[in-house]
């Protein structure tokens, strides 16, 4: 029989809440996505006992009335069996400034990766890519969180906390840059540096490399003869026509072993060719 003392006293009933911010999911996982699973994975990992099971039903009943994610923090309130509702703090260290930035470089470095941020996905081995730099995207051990509480429960994580946790889980689910913005690099920054290190090219080296005239000048000048910095001779023009035979082509290649009317393909070829090299004072060769 399990002794109230190994896991808190009782449970006393929380007071009714109208519109307070309910899970989801009415039963079985809360998460979803391999990267909330991941994040209740670690919870799991805390060993919160009978507490995960009470901060779970706090989730789904709504108890829960505020939550806010931003830098290394989430701060929520949550109404329990007292009249004041509890404040509630989970905090992480967030990654520094060169962290990131050697972070973002070696995202952009794999393709697959940042293609995956850039289309709103969290790639599945991103995990490693923390690890390759000695970091870790997910707490794994309790020392890289601090959780507080208001109410009187001396246990951390309290069911309060607990239920916090679970829809900041399936928060993730929603949002995957929700947990790249709590490590400090929101999805427009991060978007922004990836973009810019998959295409370093400045805008001024780009725009050197445009054209210097409009489009529409561009297709009035399309079927003209481009400038050429290397004029023909005076004896040679670029109208000149090249003498010789106009079929001397198919002259080189291997017979084909087709006929039409019991007449060689290449032969009924020949015409068309004289055709399309013929001048206006000049007839066609039938």
């Not at 449970?11 to 998460?31: D, F, N, Y």
């Not at 409009?214 to 009035?220: G, I, M, Q």
Request: overall charge negative; some cysteine; hydrophobic content about 40%.
């Amino acid at each position: 029989m399990t002794r109230w003392w190994q896991d808190g006293p009782p449970a006393a009933r929380p007071l009714p809440v109208e519109s307070g911010i309910k899970a989801r999911s009415k039963r079985g996982e809360i998460a979803q996505q391999w990267w909330s699973r991941r994040f209740i994975e670690v919870l799991e990992s805390f060993g919160m006992g009978g507490r995960l099971g009470r901060g779970r039903r706090y989730a789904r009943a709504g108890q829960v009335l505020s939550l806010s994610v931003s830098t290394s923090l989430v701060t929520a309130t949550v109404q329990g069996s007292r009249p004041n509702p509890y404040r509630v703090r989970i905090a992480v260290k967030a990654f520094t400034a060169d962290e990131w930035a050697t972070i973002e470089q070696a995202l952009a470095d794999q393709a697959l990766f940042a293609a995956k941020l850039l289309a709103g996905e969290l790639p599945t081995d991103i995990e490693g890519v923390f690890a390759e730099l000695g970091l870790r995207l997910f707490p794994d051990t309790m020392r890289e969180l601090t959780m507080d509480c208001s109410c009187p429960d001396w246990e951390v994580p309290c069911k309060h906390l607990a239920a916090v946790c679970y829809l900041l889980a399936e928060s993730f689910d929603a949002d995957p840059f929700g947990i790249l913005a709590w490590r400090g690099r929101g999805r427009a920054e991060l978007l922004d540096h990836l973009r810019a290190l998959r295409n370093p090219l400045p805008r001024a080296q780009s725009a050197q490399t445009r054209p210097d005239h409009s489009p529409a000048e561009s297709l009035d000048s399309f079927w003209t003869t481009p400038h050429n910095p290397n004029p023909l001779p005076d004896n040679l023009s670029e109208s000149t026509v090249v003498t010789g035979a106009p079929d001397a082509v198919l002259d080189q290649l291997d017979p084909l072993p087709l006929t039409v009317g019991g007449q060689s393909v290449l032969d009924l070829l020949r015409p068309a060719y004289h055709a399309l090299t013929a001048t206006p004072d000049q007839p066609a060769e039938q």
